[in-house]
């Protein structure tokens, strides 16, 4: 048994995961009523993940500026230039595919029993109030910008602190690190439940009816991946971006696809960055800012069903008003961490500018909600590996106009 597992272990971790899908698949279909007992490996894994990766974040992200010394520059104000840019062109290019490919819904009750913001000013209250929350009630529901907050200032404190106090918060770094593996590894196990839920739990028949709404949102989302990014990467680093695009795509977003959470793929964007050799200074704390802030999917999201409520009431859009709808998806998606439901419950604030009312917007939000089997899916996916490939694409960008010589790992 131990030289089967230690064989198991050695093949690859996207070849373990593929198999894990493919065994959910037949079970999901084949016998699924003698097998539901297969979904608590999924449940597990995502909660394990949720679990592990607010205590790695606040270790990580205190050690790091602990230790930093004066003189050594990270990459932050690149990265988060980029992620404002890729998310605001995520928005853009979702309000150009709604108007070449123009989607109508059936407006249906069934929306959620939630309350959207009022506005853009009390989703930024949100997110301010949340940079203040209590460190311990941080952790426990995995506010990230809180716990980005209080590292961040507890890191600059230590800063004086003596070695061997900065000693003991690298060895919780790294035995923090160590359990996050430990759970990564079950990835093929935990995944094979959560196809196996996800197909005998949903299916995909409540999809038909909304198969336009999904190809141009699922459309927009796959061109900003493969055309947009590699776009901005490669006006960074004058390289071809692919390589390290597809490696993003293969050991981020497959997993984050599965898990359908930024904050649960955090662990798995980490241990990407150390493959990659990437500054740890920086990517401690790129990476789960990233999982708050980096929400190209989202705004996709948001824009898409905004106009199709807009369109559905014939409603007369021009593009003032069409290019405010980016910037607004943007600023929203950006601030989907602070509020409950995501991106979803943005959709109200969005509709508002063109004078949709509440009662229509929420069915809209509704519709969302039956869509979100692919469309949740997908969007976690963009939204986790963006936050790898910025990264990257920061410190490739120095080394670059440093005069290095830029290695691709692909």
Known sequence: MKS?????????????????IILGVILAVTIPEYTNWVTIFGSLFVGALKAIAPVLVLFLVMYAVAKHRSG?????????????????????????ASFLFPVTISLVPGAKDVTPPSGILEVLQTLLFNIVDNPINALMNANYIGILTWAIVLGVALRNAAETTKTMLGNFSNAVSLLVKWVINLAPIGIMGLVFEAI???????????????MVLLGCM??????????????????????LVFRCIKDSAITAFFTRSSAAN???NMRLCENLKLDKNTYSVSI?????????????????LTLAAVNTLNIQVDIGTALILSVVSA????????VAGGSLLLIPLASSLFGIPDDIAMQVVGVGFIIGVLQDSCETALNSS??????????YAKMRKEGKEVIMNP
């Open 4 to 20: 089967l597992i230690l064989r198991w272990n050695q093949i690859s971790l996207v070849k373990r995961i593929i198999v894990g």
């Open 72 to 96: 050594h520059k990270t990459n932050m104000k690149s990265i988060i230039a980029l992620y404002a840019i890729s998310t605001f062109l995520a928005g853009l290019v979702a309000v150009i």
């Open 200 to 214: 005998v739990s949903n299916g995909l028949s409540a999809l038909v009816d909304y198969g336009k709404l999904l």
């Open 222 to 243: 796959i061109f900003i991946a493969f055309v947009i990014n590699p776009l901005i990467v490669f006006i960074n680093i004058r390289k071809n971006p692919y390589p």
């Open 266 to 268: 955090i662990p798995v």
């Open 288 to 304: 789960p800012l990233g999982a708050t802030i980096n929400m190209a999917g989202a705004a996709v999201t948001i824009s898409v």
């Open 331 to 338: 600023v929203s998606a950006a601030g989907t961490s602070g």
């Open 386 to 395: 963006s936050d790898v490939l910025y990264t990257a694409t920061a410190e």
